[in-house]
């Protein structure tokens, strides 16, 4: 089983500098996390976005529990120092 912070690490690579529908970044870390024989639903994959987002690792737009309609993206700070 994923724990949390592999969860974190996987969106994290997903997540870029522009932003990007949640339910792409969902499905992108779900098919990572495959490769690596994880299997995580994609609610826990959405519940720990959210997380990212209250501790501010990652920004979003929108209401994030409408996966299709909202966007996340890193930081700007962030994203210039990638």
């Known amino acids: 089983m ?5 969860i974190d690490h996987a969106i994290m690579q997903m997540v ?4 990007q ?3 792409m970044v969902i499905a992108k870390t779900d098919e990572a ?3 690596e024989g994880e299997q995580v639903s994609w609610d826990k994959i959405a519940e720990q976005i959210e997380a ?3 501790r501010g690792d ?8 409408q996966w299709r309609h909202s966007e996340v993206r890193l930081p700007q700070a962030k994203a210039k120092a990638r």
């Open 33 to 35: 996390l495959r490769k």
């Open 2 to 6: 994923a724990t949390d912070s592999s």
């Open 52 to 54: 990212l987002d209250a």
């Open 58 to 65: 990652i920004e979003s737009q929108g209401d994030l529990s």
């Open 16 to 19: 870029m500098d522009r932003w």
């Open 21 to 23: 529908k949640t339910a």
